[in-house]
């Protein structure tokens, strides 16, 4: 077994397990993505863990055992369409495709696409289309989605992208609020938008989910 493998077990079994993610699905998902192979060389050694990495100027994978709750939540099944927005290298969107039909994975740096692409296909996952566009408006031509998953924090999740769940849908993020962050979940049930926040979480944010300033006098 190689160190990069040897460590993604250990995340696995040290990080993600005692954080209550033990869905196999979940677990086998990501035991088969290297993560290690979605950051900078330099960074390979730290692939797994448990903080956000970053691989471009303010842009970040995120944390672990985050990003495995957030995913156990979504629960995302084999017949599911999956948005991912802000899909960053790639690494997100190798691990919902395992879990997914189909994932719809969104970056609106264009050269950050561009690698997902080149690092999705290396790897031979076929069932991810790479969109380069803004990540707060989505890609409504491609929805409805069964799970949309923000691959960061968020003050705001913007009604565009409610818009674009299914009826039985389930989006995912961090959001923040006063300072705090939690692990939320959207849900559209009989045509009902239902928010609840989950668990406490702290990750980088996502770029463009601001919420809007008030006017002060």
């Known amino acids: 077994m190689s160190e990069s493998a040897i460590a993604r077990s250990h995340m696995i079994d040290c990080q993600l397990r005692p954080s209550e993610v033990n869905d196999e699905r979940i677990i ?3 035991r088969a993505v290297p993560r290690e192979q979605f950051v900078p060389k330099a960074k390979r050694a730290i692939a797994y863990v448990d903080e956000d990495l970053e691989v471009v100027a303010g842009r970040f994978l995120m944390e672990p055992v985050t990003f495995a709750r957030l995913l156990k939540e979504a629960n995302p099944g084999p017949k599911d369409v999956v948005l991912d ?9 190798a691990v919902l495709a395992g879990l997914a039909d189909a994932v719809v994975a969104l970056e609106e740096d264009e050269e950050l696409a561009k690698l997902a692409e080149k690092k999705l296909a290396a790897l031979e996952i076929m069932n991810v289309a790479v969109i380069h566009g803004e990540l707060a408006k989505g890609v409504a ?5 069964d799970v949309i998953f923000l691959e960061g ?3 705001e999740v913007p009604a565009a992208l409610i818009k674009q769940l299914r009826e039985g849908g389930r989006l995912v993020c961090v959001r923040v609020e006063a300072g705090i962050g939690r692990g939320h979940i959207v849900t559209v049930k009989d045509g009902i938008v239902a928010e609840r926040d989950l668990f406490d979480a702290n990750v980088q944010p996502l770029p463009g989910f601001l919420k809007p300033q008030g006017f002060v006098f």
């Open 141 to 145: 031509k491609q929805g409805p989605f």
């Open 153 to 155: 924090a968020v003050e």
């Open 85 to 93: 927005v802000g899909c960053v290298t790639g690494y997100s969107a």
């Open 28 to 30: 086998g998902a990501i």
